[in-house]
């Protein structure tokens, strides 16, 4: 099991998130020419359009998911009419998105205002499902190669245009905005030849009655879908609504560029352990839950880690890739991002098991809540201490994203394993602390714990993880 999540994790981080590493190594580059104007003016805008795309699919992922195990001879019938009825939804969504972005549109992008318009509607409208759709097919189909490709492709296309709009020709933000587009098109055009491939387009009919179950099973999702607004960009949109700088605005961007990378990565591991732990549940064996137990807490350890060994190089790091003092300056905020990003897979754990066992009315209660107490601590907490408080309190949301589930009763009823959720939560806590407090440490000493902390893992690991149990 562990060599499968390897392979298909390297096969996950090295294709589509390859172009992502790539322009982490380019923004010596271009931060000379993006100013914190630029990164303001981007976060604002995203923070709204984010707002709606967490809507996009009416939570119909989770039905699908489920048919395509649970029905192997009729899933792409069901697929079919989320299809079809997705690209119906998709005009009202539009329409309101676009309404509600004109209005909240930034001054210092007043000249570029109607090409961000109809750049994002464009996308919205024909873009998003197939790539949803098509990216979602071949990660259960377990055709990670596939996927890599395509998204590997798509990325080094919006490094090209990026690079071109903000160094060539003085573009600015505008860059982002292009290179998203571009990239969206090249990859949705690959996934529309898929769908139809393999005969996962809509139906000519959509009838209601169809879609009921699949509604009933898919609306919960929508609140468990903007706890990631909630948490990842509600904090800017409340900034810009107490009238914070667009300059300090993009400062905390920045900032939160670095978790961001973390969550990409992330992301990589979750999609090669997301059908992993979806077909353990599936086969229903006594045996399975000892390896899911493994699983999770071989991940958690190394998400604890690796976080860790990054946060605490974080001033080094801004220096080198970050060529502009002005943005410099917000290294202390990224350690506490970062940290915050290491709940992932005890998170995973849960929301699968929830999913799979059709318990998604139960995710509100832990993304959610973990997202209004985000946004509502931001309300409170950000007129008073500054943007910068904005770090603490979406570490603190996610804290309660990433253990609040273990303590759920229908969780309990699912999951018999001792997961030690708050010994977690505290070795979080500490690692989180200890990377603030030697951030400014000589490097030596950085490199001398960081050795000895890499060479404890190793051992623990081995001794742990691969002495006695053999997976296949």
Request: proline fraction near 4%; include cysteine.
């Given at each position: 099991?562990?060599?499968?999540?390897?392979r298909?994790?390297?096969?996950?981080?090295?294709?589509?998130?390859?172009?992502k590493?790539?322009?982490?190594f380019?923004?010596?580059?271009?931060?000379p020419?993006?100013?914190?104007?630029?990164?303001?003016?981007?976060?604002?805008?995203?923070?709204y359009?984010l707002?709606?795309?967490?809507?996009r699919?009416m939570?119909?992922?989770?039905?699908?998911?489920n048919?395509?195990?649970?029905?192997?001879?009729?899933?792409?019938?069901?697929?079919?009419?989320?299809?079809t009825?997705?690209?119906?939804?998709?005009?009202?969504?539009?329409?309101?998105?676009?309404?509600?972005?004109?209005?909240?549109?930034?001054?210092?992008?007043?000249?570029?205002r109607?090409?961000?318009?109809m750049?994002?509607?464009?996308?919205?409208?024909?873009?998003?499902?197939?790539?949803?759709?098509?990216?979602?097919?071949?990660?259960?189909?377990?055709?990670?190669?596939?996927?890599?490709?395509?998204?590997?492709?798509?990325?080094?296309?919006?490094i090209?245009?990026?690079?071109?709009?903000?160094?060539?020709?003085?573009?600015?933000?505008?860059?982002w905005?292009?290179?998203?587009?571009?990239?969206?098109f090249?990859?949705?055009?690959f996934?529309?030849?898929?769908?139809?491939?393999?005969?996962?387009?809509?139906?000519?009919?959509?009838?209601?009655?169809?879609?009921?179950p699949?509604?009933?099973?898919?609306?919960?999702?929508?609140?468990?879908?903007?706890?990631?607004?909630l948490?990842?960009?509600?904090?800017r949109?409340?900034m810009?609504?107490?009238?914070?700088?667009?300059?300090?605005?993009?400062?905390?961007?920045?900032?939160?560029?670095?978790?961001?990378y973390?969550?990409?990565?992330?992301n990589a591991v979750?999609?090669?352990?997301?059908?992993?732990?979806l077909?353990?549940?599936?086969?229903k064996?006594?045996?399975?839950?000892?390896?899911?137990?493994?699983?999770?807490?071989?991940?958690?350890?190394?998400?604890?880690?690796?976080?860790?060994?990054i946060?605490?190089?974080?001033?080094?790091?801004?220096?080198?890739?970050?060529?502009?003092?002005?943005?410099?300056?917000?290294?202390?905020?990224?350690?506490?991002?970062?940290?915050?990003?290491?709940?992932?897979?005890?998170?995973?754990?849960?929301v699968?098991?929830?999913?799979?066992?059709?318990?998604?009315?139960?995710?509100?209660?832990?993304?959610?809540?973990?997202?209004?107490?985000?946004?509502?601590?931001?309300?409170?907490?950000?007129?008073?201490?500054?943007?910068?408080?904005?770090?603490v309190?979406?570490?603190?949301?996610?804290?309660?994203?990433?253990?609040?589930?273990?303590?759920?009763?229908?969780?309990?009823?699912?999951?018999?394993?001792?997961?030690?959720?708050?010994?977690w939560l505290?070795?979080?806590?500490?690692?989180?602390?200890?990377?603030?407090?030697?951030?400014?440490?000589?490097?030596?000493?950085?490199?001398?714990?960081c050795?000895?902390?890499?060479?404890?893992?190793?051992?623990?690991?081995?001794?742990?993880y691969?002495?006695d149990?053999?997976?296949?």
């Amino acid at each position: 099991m562990f060599k499968k999540l390897l392979r298909t994790s390297v096969i996950y981080a090295v294709g589509p998130q390859l172009p992502k590493v790539v322009g982490f190594f380019l923004l010596p580059v271009l931060t000379p020419y993006l100013s914190k104007n630029d990164f303001g003016v981007w976060g604002s805008i995203m923070a709204y359009a984010l707002l709606f795309s967490a809507a996009r699919d009416m939570g119909m992922i989770a039905p699908m998911v489920n048919t395509f195990y649970q029905h192997p001879s009729r899933w792409k019938w069901v697929w079919r009419q989320i299809n079809t009825f997705l690209l119906f939804f998709g005009v009202l969504y539009t329409v309101i998105q676009i309404l509600v972005l004109y209005w909240v549109m930034p001054e210092e992008a007043a000249d570029n205002r109607y090409i961000i318009l109809m750049l994002i509607a464009f996308q919205s409208l024909f873009l998003d499902i197939p790539n949803q759709i098509g990216a979602r097919y071949l990660q259960l189909a377990e055709k990670p190669l596939t996927l890599a490709a395509i998204s590997m492709i798509s990325g080094f296309i919006a490094i090209v245009i990026q690079l071109y709009c903000v160094i060539m020709i003085g573009q600015g933000y505008m860059g982002w905005f292009y290179s998203a587009f571009f990239s969206a098109f090249f990859s949705g055009i690959f996934y529309c030849v898929i769908i139809y491939k393999e005969k996962l387009h809509p139906i000519r009919a959509l009838r209601l009655r169809w879609l009921k179950p699949r509604i009933k099973l898919s609306l919960p999702m929508l609140p468990h879908n903007y706890s990631a607004y909630l948490l990842g960009a509600s904090d800017r949109m409340v900034m810009s609504q107490n009238n914070v700088s667009t300059q300090n605005i993009g400062l905390y961007n920045v900032a939160y560029m670095w978790g961001n990378y973390i969550d990409i990565f992330g992301n990589a591991v979750g999609m090669a352990v997301g059908p992993m732990y979806l077909k353990m549940y599936s086969e229903k064996l006594e045996a399975n839950e000892n390896k899911i137990l493994q699983l999770t807490q071989f991940l958690q350890l190394l998400f604890l880690i690796g976080p860790f060994l990054i946060a605490i190089w974080s001033r080094e790091l801004f220096l080198i890739f970050i060529n502009n003092r002005d943005l410099q300056q917000s290294y202390d905020l990224s350690i506490i991002i970062i940290m915050g990003y290491s709940y992932r897979p005890l998170y995973w754990n849960v929301v699968n098991r929830l999913q799979f066992h059709n318990k998604t009315n139960q995710l509100w209660k832990i993304s959610l809540v973990g997202g209004l107490i985000n946004l509502v601590l931001n309300v409170i907490l950000i007129p008073i201490y500054g943007y910068k408080i904005a770090a603490v309190t979406t570490f603190f949301a996610l804290m309660y994203i990433g253990f609040f589930g273990y303590f759920l009763k229908v969780f309990k009823e699912l999951d018999q394993n001792k997961n030690y959720p708050i010994l977690w939560l505290i070795a979080i806590s500490f690692f989180t602390g200890l990377a603030y407090i030697l951030k400014d440490i000589n490097w030596m000493y950085k490199l001398i714990l960081c050795i000895s902390l890499i060479t404890w893992t190793i051992f623990y690991i081995k001794a742990k993880y691969f002495r006695d149990i053999k997976y296949k």
